[in-house]
């Protein structure tokens, strides 16, 4: 069988995207429920992320695809400019995670009706002020979507390192 993957350029973009982010969403807040502040906040090695920042930096990156969508970011501008690529973690200047995972919810809710809103015209359109050198909405989204699952997938590893049984298995 040939695989003939989805075209950007279909009716069936903005449900599969709708469809990813909620997997994401599912796997981002089942790897970390129960944990605490002082957990998420564990580096299993110098230099690595922790949880709490991985979670940070996927609703920092998320402004683009509110940016995209038209919709506001639950969350004050700058408020998680300390979790943009090339930061490090730094636990004095982290945001709770509860605070984070409620932003997170918010974000998704946001997100998810904004999408709804977007003809496949709009889709077609080329981003604005978003640092992916993309020539159309929908490529960002795609890329911006496999760098918020790549992370997702991150924080099983990290939940693993701080001592937690899996959530997903």
């Given amino acids: 069988a040939t695989h003939r993957p989805v075209s950007q350029n279909s009716p069936m973009f903005v ?52 940016q995209m969508t038209g919709t506001e970011t639950p969350w004050d501008a700058g408020a998680l400019d300390v979790y943009n690529r090339g930061t490090s973690p730094d636990s004095a200047s982290a945001v709770p995670l509860s605070t984070l995972l409620g932003h997170f919810a918010a974000s998704q809710t946001t997100l998810m009706q904004g999408l709804s809103a977007m003809s496949e015209a709009d889709m077609q359109v080329e981003p604005q002020d978003v640092p992916l050198g993309e020539k159309s909405k929908a490529e960002a989204f795609s890329g911006l979507s496999f760098h918020e699952a790549y992370h997702a997938g991150q924080l099983g590893v990290l939940r693993r390192a701080a001592g937690k049984d899996a959530a997903i298995s």
């Fill in 15 to 66: 449900p599969m995207l709708q469809r990813q982010l909620g997997f994401n969403q599912f796997a981002i807040e089942k790897n970390l429920g129960g944990l605490s502040d002082d957990e998420a906040l564990q580096t299993p090695v110098a230099g690595a992320s922790s949880l709490n920042w991985v979670l940070g930096h996927i609703l920092a990156t998320r402004r683009y695809l509110h």
